[in-house]
């Protein structure tokens, strides 16, 4: 069973579009159990760090998620959860990651907004996808490049489009709205071997 | 490198594109569904769908096809006309919409920006503005254009950033229909003058046109709409072109 994690931010709805197209049922869930049995779980998520996070906590799926040892995945603000810091609402996230989360310094557009290229792609996720492909971002906050970080980005500084340790996934930008780029991704995710 | 975006924009009446859009692969011209897959299969970078019915009646219609669209195409997307509300909008975006965009309400009623920016986040509230040159100033109007407010263009971008716009859809009044070229000067002078993107609309007729647009503004995104549905100048087309001009595009 696939999961994506019911929480108070937005666009969960399209990422569940996005796997009905690849031919995939998905449920949407807060209830711990159902989270933490999934075969795969998403974490998708538009919104704001503090009060997202605070929402999981609420619900003990902080934890949950932490502790999941099948492959997870984590978009847009979802990957900054997962990361040790945000500068947004100076919160404290998951930590799966040691990245941390900064915001933008304002020397161009931000939010950074529109279709940028992948560089240094590693990793199953990016399997079949060829190196500059463009994918849609979204975002005024970005994770450092570090030990985890599995593809890059540009965007006024270099950081990172996705990291991936062990059985946890993330991306900066949205697959679910990539056209074929990020139907390949999602796709590549969704075929991960069940630990 | 960032991309400039390329958006096709598709005038909806109770649930139908107003003007048939010829594509040679599509029976039902009248079809947005239909029209937005293949825009999205062409390379459009994102789509923008204004309802111009924006009757309670049409409400509904235009809810039921935000989600049809929303199942059916795999890049984002912007649904605006008639939104006043926080309800209004938040039944859109729940329906599948990535991003609203307000123009007449926030004239009337600036606040609303902020109350969509607290509820979806700034990402989600594009605001149009028509905007229309007349010596000595561009000026902002509303309903479709037919009503002078009087307020400064400029001012008026400032204060819709400061209340939490994330995008500004800027339309020249001047130059809409024309396909003489979009208006350089407010255009460069609102992109230089906020933070966030915007999506310079209103005189596209010509792949110069959009060279012209992107060379000499920082504009993040030209919108169009006649030129694209008459199949004048097919979005591949225009794209493989900028490329050859060392635009960056998709």
Known sequence: MIAI???????????????????VDCVISDDPEVLSKAEK???????EASSAMAYLRER???QVIKERIKPTLGICLGLQ????????????????????VKRFPPKEKVPHMGWNELTALKGPLFEGVQANSDVYFVHSFYAESGPDTVAACDYILPFSAALSKGNFYATQFHPEKSAD????ILANFLKLPAV | MLKKRIIPCLDIKNGRTVKGVNFVDIQDAGDPVALARQYALQGADELVFL???ATIEARDTLIQLVEEIAANINIPFTVGGGITSVAQAKAL????????????AAVK????????????????????????????????????GRTPTGIKTLDWVKQMEALGAGEILLTSMNNDGTKAGFALDITEAVASSVQIPVIASGGAGTVEHFATLFGQTTASAGLAASIFHYGEIPVPELKSALKTKNIAIR
């Not at chain 2, 975006?93 to 007449?104: F, M, P, Q, Y």
């Not at chain 2, 009623?109 to 040159?133: H, I, M, W, Y």
Request: aromatic share 6%; net charge negative; glycine share 10%.
């Open chain 2, 51 to 53: 309802d111009i019915t």
């Open chain 1, 41 to 47: 779980l998403i974490l998708p998520g538009v919104g």
């Open chain 1, 60 to 62: 003990g799926l902080d």
């Open chain 1, 181 to 184: 780029v990020g139907e390949q």
């Open chain 1, 81 to 100: 959860l997962f990361c040790a810091r945000s500068e947004e609402g100076n919160t404290e996230c998951l930590g799966i990651f040691p990245e941390a």
């Open chain 2, 93 to 104: 975006i729940r329906a599948g919409a990535d991003k609203v965009s307000v123009n007449s």
């Open chain 1, 5 to 23: 994690v019911k929480y108070n931010a937005g666009n969960i709805r399209s990422v569940e579009n996005a796997l009905k197209r690849l031919g």
């Open chain 2, 109 to 144: 009623r600036p606040e609303l920006v902020q109350e969509l920016a607290a509820e979806f986040g700034s990402q989600c509230v594009v605001v149009a503005v028509d905007t229309k040159f007349e010596d000595p100033d561009w000026t902002v109007f509303v309903s479709g």
